[in-house]
Nanobody, 127 residues
Framework: QVQLVESGGGLVQAGDSLRLSCAAS????????MAWFRQAPGKEREFVAVVARSGDSTKYAESVKGRFTISRDNAKKTAHLQMSSLKPEDTAVYYC????????????????????WGQGTQVTVSS
């Protein structure tokens, strides 16, 4: 059973940077595709970014492309989301997710592909 624990959220100002981390346990990490989703108040959960098992295949939502970078450290069983040039519209609860059935280079961008979820970490960007 995969367990995911996010960390790194907080309150920042517009233009600042923040790094989120997701620590995984209970499964062979290099068999997981790892993704980040977010959910703002009153809105549906939306895809943010994914990194494939390969580590070099990634996909981003258009709204974060060029500002966010997703990465993974298989040795530490951790995925990261580096967020730069943050905007107030990035304010949301950010969730880490794992696809246990991922093909090596696959980068699914829909929540139904993911089998395990973290508890979420709040990111608030003030203007």
């Amino acid at each position: 059973q995969v367990q995911l624990v996010e960390s790194g959220g907080g309150l920042v100002q517009a233009g600042d940077s923040l790094r989120l981390s997701c620590a995984a346990s209970g499964y062979t990490f290099n068999r997981l595709a790892m993704a980040w989703f977010r959910q703002a108040p009153g809105k549906e959960r939306e895809f943010v970014a994914v990194v494939a098992r390969s580590g070099d295949s990634t996909k981003y939502a258009e709204s974060v492309k060029g500002r966010f970078t997703i990465s993974r450290d298989n040795a530490k069983k951790t995925a990261h989301l580096q967020m730069s040039s943050l905007k107030p519209e990035d304010t949301a609860v950010y969730y880490c997710a794992a696809d246990l059935n991922a093909i090596y280079y696959s980068t699914p961008d829909y929540s139904g592909a993911y089998d395990a979820w973290g508890q979420g970490t709040q990111v608030t960007v003030s203007s």
